[in-house]
């Protein structure tokens, strides 16, 4: 690591604030990927710090390495260069045990499908997740019907996801993400399917939802009116982020 990289992810550090600091420090994050001919650099030193509450919108070309940002931030991917911090704990060189219980229980995710399973309802598909966690039954399903109607829900938690519109499926999605409390909430593109009067609705609610629990938020988005309603716009370019 050169001189540079060492000063800026000192600085990085020394950003923090005290026990509460940053959620989601990433520090000169490169990644490459092995292909014919030689490799494919899609993060070339990648800076970015989120607070507890703050909700930062993600935009950028497709293909320009959005979703291999969130991957690595979520634990699914590992760094070539760099550092990862969440909640202050370095997780770049983590073990897999480690970092597959870290995901669990420290980060939310929201994709553009909702990926909900299918044969169970609502209120189970909000349940899993935190039985795999290792919460107990009883807390698991007081937990997932509060968030359910939070979420607006409230008449249709026995409902399975093929008797739901796709609103609704992705506000069931939203509070599974959330169900174990995470640290760290990271959306791809989690209104992409969805009617501009219904994603319109959904956005406010996970929007409103991460500020009042205070989330650290990062949404990867192509729609630039979504993005600026959130705290701040970091653009993906030349495998950097540049602040909007």
């Known amino acids: 690591m ?4 060492t000063s800026r992810i000192d600085d990085l550090k020394a950003a923090r604030l005290g026990g509460v600091g940053a959620a989601l420090v990433m520090a000169g994050v490169t990644r490459r990927y092995r292909q014919v001919g030689g490799y494919l650099n899609v993060l070339r030193g990648a800076d970015l710090m989120i ?28 760094p070539n260069k760099g550092e990862i911090m969440i ?8 073990d897999d045990h480690t970092r597959t219980a870290l995901r ?23 349940v899993i997740p935190q039985l795999i966690a ?35 499926q992705q506000r069931v999605a939203i509070a599974r993400a959330v169900a ?30 991460a500020r009042k629990e205070g989330l650290a938020a990062l949404i990867a988005t192509h729609n630039i009116a979504l993005a600026h309603r959130m705290d701040r716009i970091v653009e993906m370019s030349g495998g950097r982020l540049i602040e909007r």
């Open 2 to 5: 050169s001189d540079t990289e």
């Open 134 to 168: 290792g919460r107990p039954r009883k807390a698991a399903l007081a937990t997932a019907s509060d968030l359910l109607k939070r979420m607006g829900l409230a008449q249709r938690i026995k409902h399975r996801p093929a008797e739901l519109s796709g609103g609704e």
């Open 180 to 209: 174990n409390n995470p640290r760290l909430l990271l959306a791809d593109e989690p209104t992409g399917n969805l009617d501009p009067e219904t994603s319109d609705v959904v956005f406010a609610e996970l929007i409103a939802f």
């Open 51 to 78: 607070y507890p509450g703050e909700v930062v919108a993600l935009v950028g070309p497709s293909g320009a390495g959005k979703s291999t940002l969130l991957h690595l931030c979520g634990l699914l991917d590992r």
């Open 104 to 126: 669990r229980t420290e980060v939310g995710f929201v994709y553009q499908f909702h990926h909900l399973l299918p044969e169970f309802t609502a209120l189970e598909n909000v």
């Open 87 to 94: 909640g202050g704990r370095d997780v770049t060189r983590l």
